[in-house]
């Protein structure tokens, strides 16, 4: 059975695309700068169609891509793996551990969090 992931070079892609709403592969290459090769790239965002993550279409000579609605559920799916193979099955524990390990994270996204916290509490 072949493994579904985002790597860390999918998600910069994957961002850059949900910023953007569509992009070219020179336009991803460019926005990377020297991180990688523009055929490297291609690859990339060529797998990430096949995964069902990113759609494809040509435009003239090149192609236009752009998220796949049902992208979502895919990476909901691999959280939840996730969420039970190294932090048996316990949000709290996997919650904790991004905070923690996060020591960049602002104190807007903070709030945020918070934010998201109150409303489940309230529908709760």
Not at 93 to 116: G, P
């Amino acid at each position: 059975m072949r493994r579904i992931y985002i790597g860390e070079s999918e998600h910069e892609i994957y961002e850059m695309i949900e910023a953007k709403g569509e992009v070219t592969v020179r336009e991803v290459y460019e926005m990377l700068g020297l991180k990688s090769k523009y055929t490297t790239v291609m690859t990339i965002m060529n797998r990430m169609v096949e995964k069902g993550e990113l759609q494809r279409r040509r435009n003239g000579i090149r192609y236009v891509y752009t998220l796949n609605k049902k992208s979502e559920s895919k990476a909901c799916g691999i959280l939840s793996k996730i969420k039970h193979s190294l932090f048996e099955g316990k949000t709290r524990s996997m919650v904790s551990y991004l905070l923690e390990e996060d020591k960049d994270i602002s104190t807007k996204e903070l709030e945020q969090i918070e934010e998201i916290i109150a409303t489940l509490k309230s529908e709760k």
